[in-house]
């Protein structure tokens, strides 16, 4: 008999959890199945990342096909040609960018980002920028270089002083000047403006670049207010400091556009992506550079490796084909323009939640929204908890950051399962304390 014990489990309550547990053992579409039957609607995409939905035929099959075929293949010095296939569909998803690094996950993703902009600058002879600047209440994953430029204070406590040499402004969010916005708010494009404010204790010269989220997912669906990421891009112009954008959540069409660069018209140096790269069938992440970053290396001597960098599992041959499948099953389905028609209904329907018992602020972008509930004095995230565990038992799987609901739904939700969303939300609220 399994009694639960032996799997540590990630960012979990683990003796909570194993008191009472939540186990899935099926998927398919928009539902999962629990161990004893039920159904439950996902709300949040797995974990913001099954963006086609479970289970889909055509990824399944290519991912049996490749299994059989190649299981694996180094590329180290040597390769398949999935891997150079799939990296070139992917920059023909994006103008401007010219090469792929495939990691394994997120925070791979943003740990090679960092390292390829340090980088940068060192084959450029800029040898001074070393810095990162960040920003507050940021989510960048869990290796050292993401939880050293994350904005969370629970994630970096108990792991002593990280990398040195980073910063952060302000974050974005301002209940008092943009609660219940719909869309990007009005009022805090001037916060970009604390980047300079940095400049007087560091140098410019000595930032190599400066990584935001351009939606902030993780923290609690900090929408950018309207500006602000063209104005990032303006400063970062003006001082030769690289721009990165952490599109873990927002690549892939969760905003309606492929990625979040496009909805915003702002053109990122570097990208990074995972999750939907794969619908997160297999493990996977992509790091999207822009023309002339891999061409600054390639003055390397002949023969020389040029980034000394790299996974066992970079360009991994069956995640490489569930990759392709899941970007023809976008694009089949024409998912991206789905999500962006489906924003509407889905802003609608979450700010008709206004004015029910613990709400402070309601908003959303795209195909993200999130409910900011009251927190209960000296006691963050219990409330919200609650909602998620009620939620849950009432056949709906949500997500809950601090004391926020963030949903997340498939792109090929329905409205009438967006309406089921909505419904068992508002009746979850009215039951919590
Ligand atoms: C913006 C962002 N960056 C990085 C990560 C880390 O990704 P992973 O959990 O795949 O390492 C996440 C995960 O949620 C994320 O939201």
Known sequence: MNNLESFWMPFTSNRDFKHNPRLLVRAEGVY????????VLDGTSGLWCSNAGHCRKSIVDAIKK?????DFAPTFQIGHPLSFEFAERLIHMVQGFSHIFFTNSGSESIDTALKIALAYHYSRGSTTRTRFIARERSYH???????SIGGISANRKQFSSLLNGVDYICHTHNIKHNAYSKGEPEWGMHLADDLERLFVLHDSS?????????????TGVLVPPKGYLGRLREICDAHDILLIFDEVITGFGRIGTAFASDYFAVKPDIFTTAKGITNATVPMGAVFCRNGIYEAFMDAPEGAIELFHGYTCSGHPVACAAGLATIELYQNEELFKRSAELAPYLEEAVHSLKGNKHVV?????GMIAAIELEGVNNKPTVRAMEAFKQCYDKGLLIRTTGDTIALSPPLIIEKNQIDFIIDVIRRVLRSIN
């Open 66 to 70: 490749q299994a059989e075929l190649l």
């Open 361 to 365: 602020d309601i908003r959303n972008l």
């Open 206 to 218: 000595t930032i190599a670049a400066v990584i935001v989220e351009p939606l902030a997912g993780s």
């Open 32 to 39: 999962y199945t629990t161990t004893d039957g039920r159904q």
């Open 141 to 147: 994953g869990v290796n050292f270089g993401g939880v």
